[in-house]
């Protein structure tokens, strides 16, 4: 089976920078995805990794480490609108979408 | 526009009943994906299907019931047997070769 763990909530100002994490034991890994979910709305897609590193999306950043089944997504420039709940999703072989519990982010004047 | 559709938007039924929630996609997407959301909660899988005629039970299919037979429609039905089917009901696709998976806006059934 596949797990992620990510923490249920994170609390930032506007302006600044957020880091959420996300865990992962699964078979079959084929990469690493984040959803964005406003409240009533459906996840939108934000980043994807498949190979270990840094990839950039405008404020937005993802991270992936293979080797320690671990990934994070950076938001950088914090705007109310960024208030939302974050998932991580991994996809194996076989096409299979599994996520995380999600992270509901929290941005204060 | 294309686009994956689901509906309806509310869905009210009574305990015990069988309903069938739609989800249809005009993108041609290969790979078809039902998840289900409480509240404050992460989306679980509950069935998903890679091709035609096909499809793989998920983590929570207990209770549920899939079929695909055409390629654009991927319809979900919450049996008698689910305990508990309140909840918010979310549709997804996406490409075999693609990453990003696209969402419907989802169906919230409320039981009484």
């Known amino acids: 089976g596949q797990s992620l763990e990510q923490p249920s909530e994170v609390t930032a100002v506007e302006g600044a920078i957020v880091q959420i994490n996300c865990t992962y034991q699964?078979?079959?890994?084929?990469?690493l995805s984040w959803y964005q979910q406003h409240d009533g709305g459906a996840p939108t897609f934000l980043s994807y990794n498949a190979l270990d590193g840094l990839e950039e999306t405008g404020r937005f950043s993802s991270f992936l480490s293979r080797s320690d089944s671990y990934g994070y997504l950076l938001l950088q420039e914090l705007q109310m609108k960024d208030s939302a709940s974050y998932f991580c999703a991994v996809m194996d072989a076989g096409n299979m979408l599994t996520f995380g519990g999600g992270t509901r982010l929290m941005v204060k004047p | 526009d294309g686009g994956i559709t689901q509906s309806p938007k509310y869905l009210f039924r009574k305990e015990g009943q069988n309903v069938t929630l739609s989800c249809e996609q005009n993108?041609?997407?290969?790979?078809m994906y039902w998840y289900r959301q409480d509240p404050g909660q992460g989306l679980r899988l509950i069935y998903y299907s890679q091709i035609v005629n096909d499809f793989q039970k998920g983590d929570i299919a207990e209770g549920y019931s899939v079929s695909r037979e055409k390629k654009e429609s991927f319809p979900l039905t919450v049996t008698s047997a689910q305990k508990n089917p309140t909840a918010f009901y979310l549709c997804?696709?996406?490409?075999?070769?693609?990453?990003?998976?696209?969402f419907g806006q989802g169906t919230r059934l409320t039981v009484v």
């Open positions: 699964t078979s079959g890994f084929y990469g």
């Open positions: 997804a696709s996406r490409t075999s070769t693609a990453t990003e998976a696209f």
């Open positions: 993108l041609n997407h290969d790979a």
